[in-house]
């Protein structure tokens, strides 16, 4: 968990199963890679601060160090979704994929940080595990701060992952990644799990015993 990422008291843990709710059977009903998941807990209003909610991010502030965004061409994970997130938060409340990075924008020289954060579709199914969800051809993105003020690609007018990278693309230094991570808040209340985050060309396989990187396939 990434510690100076996190509001309140959430949980962003290596956990066992899910394995379905009850009547789910068949591959949908386990982790798509090995036995376990990263199990995610946020609520909505837990906090005395403007908003209430609660934030987490659980991610590598190691490795990915001074990649280069324009690198990333594959992104994407797995998501147990449940029937009772839809209703907290409607279809659209998932768990994100967030990079922080250094933008590097011709435009905005002294702007040495954003958020790269990825907003998923609605996931296809509930109450069980999710097919591969594309970060890189469905779903939208945005950065925060100056950086989506400059480029257009902000959290009120999103983009798409090609649309983004082409923005921080305007003639300055190229951006890097500082972190990479998978995170939910600050918005409504969920409570799911994710496996199988993909990053290029390693899948992320979550278990309760550690984290697993995977050639993928």
Not at 17 to 26: E, I, Y
């Given at each position: 968990?990434?510690?100076?990422?996190?509001?309140?008291?959430?949980?962003?843990?290596?956990?066992?199963?899910?394995?379905?709710?009850?009547?789910?059977?068949?591959?949908?009903?386990?982790?798509?890679?090995?036995?376990?998941?990263?199990?995610?807990?946020?609520?909505?209003?837990?906090?005395?601060?403007?908003?209430?909610?609660?934030?987490?991010?659980?991610?590598?502030?190691?490795?990915?160090?001074?990649?280069?965004?324009?690198?990333?061409?594959?992104?994407?994970?797995?998501?147990?979704?449940?029937?009772?997130?839809?209703?907290?938060?409607?279809?659209?409340?998932?768990?994100?994929?967030?990079?922080?990075?250094?933008?590097?924008?011709?435009?905005?020289?002294?702007?040495?940080?954003?958020?790269?954060?990825?907003?998923?579709?609605?996931?296809?199914?509930?109450?069980?595990?999710?097919?591969?969800?594309?970060?890189?051809?469905?779903?939208?993105?945005?950065?925060?701060?100056?950086?989506?003020?400059?480029?257009?690609?902000?959290?009120t007018t999103q983009c798409s992952f090609q649309q983004l990278k082409a923005a921080l693309a305007d003639g300055g230094a190229q951006a890097v990644i500082y972190t990479a991570a998978v995170g939910k808040g600050r918005d409504s209340m969920w409570i799911g799990a994710v496996d199988g985050l993909r990053l290029n060309?390693?899948?992320?396989?979550?278990?309760?015993?550690?984290?697993?990187?995977?050639?993928?396939?």
């Amino acid at each position: 968990m990434i510690t100076r990422n996190t509001i309140g008291s959430p949980v962003a843990a290596l956990r066992n199963g899910p394995f379905g709710s009850f009547g789910v059977t068949g591959p949908s009903a386990r982790p798509p890679y090995g036995t376990g998941s990263l199990g995610i807990e946020v609520a909505d209003s837990s906090t005395s601060l403007t908003p209430p909610s609660e934030k987490v991010d659980f991610g590598n502030e190691v490795d990915f160090y001074g990649d280069p965004v324009s690198g990333l061409t594959k992104v994407g994970f797995h998501v147990f979704q449940t029937g009772e997130n839809v209703s907290y938060g409607g279809p659209q409340n998932m768990p994100n994929i967030r990079f922080e990075i250094n933008p590097s924008l011709a435009a905005a020289p002294a702007t040495t940080y954003s958020s790269m954060v990825w907003v998923p579709d609605a996931s296809p199914v509930t109450d069980r595990w999710s097919p591969y969800l594309d970060a890189t051809t469905t779903g939208r993105w945005f950065l925060t701060g100056n950086a989506g003020t400059v480029t257009g690609c902000n959290q009120t007018t999103q983009c798409s992952f090609q649309q983004l990278k082409a923005a921080l693309a305007d003639g300055g230094a190229q951006a890097v990644i500082y972190t990479a991570a998978v995170g939910k808040g600050r918005d409504s209340m969920w409570i799911g799990a994710v496996d199988g985050l993909r990053l290029n060309r390693s899948v992320y396989d979550f278990e309760a015993a550690g984290v697993r990187a995977l050639r993928a396939r």
